[in-house]
């Protein structure tokens, strides 16, 4: 295996379960040399978006940027595949800084369980029995009953993922907003949620828990049997990615938007 030069930054490659992934891993390896994550200047990702959103949280601690590379299916967060010029590519590469949301889920239990979700936090419906919140707003109550299979609160980065097919807006980056978002709300029936600024303080207390359980869901990780769950923007967590001048997130958040 080559090593990279002194002037290169160190790079670790991690590639996400397909053939063509792995493939890509090795030949890159080979050609630019490979250092553990944990001692990488950059770490770039071959797959798609979940492999990415898989890397943002295991580099959560160290905000080691991340350059991806689609060797997926949608590849929204990610840049062109080309096994070419990759350090003059991550050389020239725009910088894009994310903050995800911090949960804090209280169980029905007593327990507390702390989440980060890069791209959403979410609360739904366990049973068939729909879930029935109340939803404050820094501190203010902003709607008494929501009667719903879900909720949503999702990042600029989020809003285009599956907040978008529950019908959410699609929030620019450095926008500093937040989508609320309901999923197949039944009362009020009309709403159809709110853009919140980032600073904003959110609380989901679940009505009728017993009757009614409502699990919460940072991104990958689950609780169930929740009592009341708070959110907010973690602003000690950067994560950054790099994009391809042509291939900025800012313009594909745009671009997005206009697609039939």
């Not at 670790?12 to 992934?21: E, H, I, K, N, W």
């Not at 978006?49 to 990610?78: A, E, K, S, V």
């Not at 708070?230 to 990615?241: G, K």
């Amino acid at each position: 295996m080559a090593s990279p030069s002194n002037s290169a930054p160190r790079l670790a490659f991690v590639a996400g379960p397909t053939a063509a992934a792995r493939s890509a891993r090795a030949r890159l390896e080979k050609r630019y040399g490979a250092v553990p994550p944990a001692q990488a200047d950059i770490v770039v990702a071959l797959g798609g978006d979940g492999l990415m959103l898989q890397t943002l949280h295991r580099n959560i601690h160290r905000g080691t940027p991340i350059y991806g590379m689609n060797l997926g299916t949608i590849g929204f967060l990610l840049n062109v595949y080309q096994k070419e010029r990759l350090e003059e590519r991550i050389a020239a590469a725009v910088a894009v800084d994310l903050y995800p949301l911090r949960m804090r889920a209280h169980l029905r239990s007593g327990e507390v369980v702390d989440a980060l979700g890069i791209n959403e936090v979410s609360v739904f419906r366990e049973t068939r029995q729909a879930a029935a919140v109340s939803i404050r707003i820094d501190g203010v109550c902003r709607m008494p009953e929501l009667v719903c299979d879900g909720l949503l609160i999702a990042t600029p980065a989020g809003s285009t993922a599956y907040n978008l097919s529950a019908h959410g807006p699609i929030i620019p980056l450095g926008a500093s907003l937040l989508a609320l978002t309901p999923i197949s709300p039944f009362r009020p029936r009309r709403w159809r949620g709110a853009i919140l600024p980032d600073k904003a303080r959110i609380g989901i207390r679940v009505l009728e828990a017993d009757k009614r359980p409502v699990s919460a869901v940072g991104d990958q990780r689950e609780v169930r049997e929740v009592a009341q769950v708070d959110i907010v923007i973690d602003a000690s967590r950067d994560l950054t990615l790099l994009f391809d001048p042509e291939h900025a997130l800012d313009d594909r958040i745009t671009s997005e938007q206009f697609v039939a």
